[in-house]
């Protein structure tokens, strides 16, 4: 089980984290995740990822305002920068993040 306090620590300590809420149910969030999370990983190697189960963490979930699945919340410098829910491709979330990433690492 992951807690609030963790995560805002995260967020609020690392340069660049990405929270992926998904559940075992969602079949969009099965296919969406691997291909999202390499793309992450290869583009943007100082994302933090914390993947969160909603059907475990329902209070995690409320917590940031989630109310559907799959979401991406992304921060940077502590700050949330961006919120994808639902209808969403790699290349949408990738794009959104590519020029504030790389301004914020160089």
Do not use: W
């Amino acid at each position: 089980m992951q807690k609030v306090e963790e995560i805002e620590t995260l967020i609020t300590t690392k340069p660049a984290v990405m929270l992926y809420f998904s559940a075992p149910t969602c079949n969009v969030c099965h296919a969406l995740k691997p291909k999202l999370l390499e793309a992450i990983d290869e583009n943007f190697p100082a994302v933090e990822i914390v993947s969160i189960d909603t059907s475990v963490e329902q209070k995690l979930a409320a917590y940031f305002n989630v109310f559907a699945i799959p979401t991406v919340l992304v921060y940077l410098d502590g700050k949330e920068f961006l919120r994808k829910s639902r209808h969403m491709s790699v290349g949408d979330v990738t794009e959104s993040i590519r020029r504030p990433y790389n301004m914020m690492m160089s």
